[in-house]
């Protein structure tokens, strides 16, 4: 028998985010973002569900072209736009859309032959200081990409750094707004926390990643359920020890935990080489048969241990959820493990190890 632990992904979790989406910008077309393998989720197994929205937005080639075999014959964008000039004859051949965000990228689709125009998506750098052309720079790399005769139709993007926080999205909207002011094409601002946060903008387009996961952009100002987004990803396993400790008793590697009175504790077949953060100290929630508990002790690479006092029924090969969905319609949010391990998320959902089996449902 295999070990017991299994990643889940469940497709109507999926559909039911993709839809609160929907919801939230009723007249905007909708990214999915799948990149990094869907979040960790696998584009193959999310495909299915996601097809609802109008494209799919990603970064790399390799992505995108299992898309294509996939069958989806919609949009696709390339966030970060190509990464050599060689990568445009992919773009030519399945018809990708891709961010422009460099001189670079400019200089390689001038020198690109091809008989299929692309469609990009100029990128400004309002005030994230990542990707971008500046404001003043940019009105002159849209008049370069507009005599160009490989470049069919150019949309403006920009991205947030802060619509999940107080300073907000204001700064940047004006800032793209005064630059973009008098010029053509279709707009894509919001992620996540701008769809949530920020409902109204501006935008033909917004991209949804993390909320699609059901995971909250902003946690812990609001959690999963404020927004009403289902957990699309749960991480579950079994006890394959228990243990009774005395006061005075330790519990694993460093003797990070010290039992002050008697205690029944169980072995969870689950530990950081699973993808569980190794940071989520002594109470890290857990569910037990669908009871809250908490984590003892350190992290090991195939091991946890849980304080089985809120659940005394437990015993060998009781289920135990790491995050998502547990029996009897019980829930524990990724981002609650996130955050007592010091992460987001997002960095959770993206490290499940290859050696989790994964199924769906
Ligand atoms: C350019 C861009 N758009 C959209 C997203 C989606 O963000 P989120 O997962 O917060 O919705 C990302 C993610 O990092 C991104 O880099």
């Given at each position: ?116 125009p692309h ?69 894509s601002l ?109 992290v090991s ?61």
């Open positions: 028998m295999p070990r017991p632990i299994e990643a889940c992904i469940h497709s109507a979790a999926l559909t039911h985010n993709l839809s609160r989406a929907r919801d939230m910008a009723p007249d905007a077309r909708l990214w999915a973002v799948v990149k990094a393998n869907a979040y960790g989720h696998g584009l193959e197994r999310v495909y299915e569900a996601l097809r609802a929205a109008d494209g799919f937005a990603l970064l790399d080639l390799d992505e995108a072209q299992r898309l294509r075999h996939l069958g989806w014959r919609g949009p696709i964008l390339l966030l970060e736009g190509v990464f050599e000039p060689r990568d445009l004859e992919l773009c030519s051949r399945l018809g990708l859309w891709h961010v422009v965000h460099c001189e670079a990228q400019i200089d390689w689709l001038a020198a690109h032959k091809t008989h299929q469609r990009v998506f100029l990128k400004m750098n309002s005030g994230m200081n990542r990707l971008g052309f500046t404001p003043t720079a940019f009105r002159g790399a849209w008049a370069r990409l507009n005599v160009l005769p490989q470049v069919d139709e150019i949309s403006l993007v920009t991205h947030f750094s802060d619509a999940d926080g107080p300073r907000g999205v204001d700064h940047q909207v004006a800032t793209f707004e005064a630059a973009t002011r008098d010029l053509p094409g279709e707009r919001s992620n996540s926390a701008a769809i949530l946060r920020h409902p109204g903008l501006r935008t033909d387009w917004v991209r949804a990643g993390i909320l699609s996961y059901g995971s909250a952009p902003d946690h812990p100002e609001h959690d999963a359920a404020h927004w009403g987004l289902q957990p699309a990803m749960t991480l579950r396993s079994r006890l394959i020890g228990i243990q009774q400790l005395e006061p005075g008793d330790t519990v694993g590697y460093g003797s990070r935990f010290t039992a002050e009175r008697a205690m029944r504790i169980g072995i969870v077949a689950c530990g950081y080489a699973d993808g569980y953060p190794r940071h989520a100290g002594t109470g890290t929630p857990v569910l037990v048969e669908g009871v809250r508990c908490g984590t003892v002790g350190r690479m195939d091991m946890l241990a849980v304080d089985l006092s809120p659940v005394p029924a437990a015993g060998l090969g009781s289920v135990v959820t790491l995050w998502g969905q547990g029996p009897a319609g019980s829930l524990l949010a990724i981002d609650e493990v996130a955050q007592a391990a010091g992460t987001i998320g997002y960095e959770l959902m993206c490290a499940i190890a290859p050696r989790v089996p994964v199924v769906t449902d």
